[in-house]
């Protein structure tokens, strides 16, 4: 009986080895499937980044630097304007810049459509200037004070709603007809408003809102947006509008609670 015990234990220990071989075989073939696929993703990457260089596409770094790049020229020109040029657009009579604005606006708007981005630059250009030399003639009717508050408030909303439609594009993925569709209301609300004599203090700060929105939304279309500089620029350019009607509206909050 011990014998056949031992048999039987000869016979398990027979086994042993077999199992252990396929335990290890089994280990072998993940590794080497493992091996393979990380080998297929690398290929697979490399492919994906030639690709994109061949078609002229961006990394995801260097084209939100293009983004933030064309914002910052937008503003310094800005800035160039109100400090440099002031005088020279005082002179001009308001009527005049005013139609200006408008006409060089909305072609500068038409022209950056193109898809070419030299031309699709020149169009910016033709929406920055003009609102420059609006904005020097907005700003000089404020206290440099309430100035420098309305530009610390618009860099605060601003980058905040940046950093939180690029860490969280989702949330602002489906809000452009509904953002569309307040501020036209909004904007036909002021106007009765101010036609009838009532103030309009508190769509200052709706609008504000709606356009600190806006950045986050136009921020989770940067998330989907093409790879290239052209499409960095369309980014930039609503970007830039959002930031500007924060800070005008900004200003006229301000300039009402200093009076």
């Known amino acids: ?3 056949y015990t031992d048999y039987g234990q000869g016979n398990n220990n027979m086994n042993r080895p077999s199992d252990n071989g396929f335990k290890e075989y089994g280990t072998n073939y993940d590794d080497y499937n493992n091996g393979g696929y990380d080998q297929y993703n690398q290929y697979s990457k490399g492919y994906a980044a030639a ?33 440099f040029f002031a005088e020279m657009i005082m002179g001009i009579d308001f009527r005049v810049l005013l ?4 006409v060089l606006c909305f072609a500068g708007i038409f022209v950056s459509k193109s898809q070419n981005i030299a031309v699709a ?3 910016y250009n033709m929406i920055v200037l003009p609102i420059g030399a609006l904005l ?16 610390i408030g618009t860099a605060a909303i601003s980058v905040g709603m940046m950093i939180v439609g690029f860490i969280m594009p989702q949330v602002f993925y489906s809000l452009g007809k ?26 200052d700060y709706i609008v504000v809102g709606i356009f600190a929105l806006y950045i986050g939304y136009d ?26 009607n924060i800070f005008i509206r900004l200003l006229r909050i301000l300039g009402k609670s200093r009076n």
């Open 178 to 203: 509904t953002l569309c569709a307040s501020l036209f209301v909004v904007i036909i609300v002021e106007l009765i408003m101010a036609l009838l004599g009532f103030s309009t203090g508190v769509i």
């Open 121 to 123: 630059f020149i169009g």
């Open 1 to 3: 009986m011990d014998n």
């Open 51 to 83: 690709f994109d260089a061949q078609a002229g596409l961006m990394s995801d770094r260097s084209f939100y630097s293009a983004i933030y790049a064309f914002l910052l020229w937008g503003f310094g020109m800005n800035w160039v304007l109100c400090n």
């Open 99 to 102: 139609i200006g604005y408008v």
């Open 219 to 244: 921020m989770s279309k940067a998330s989907v947006a093409q790879r290239d500089l052209r499409g960095a620029l369309g980014v930039a350019i609503e970007l830039y509008l959002d930031i500007i």
């Open 136 to 151: 020097t003639v907005v700003v000089a009717g404020y206290n440099p004070l309430i100035v420098q508050y309305a530009l």
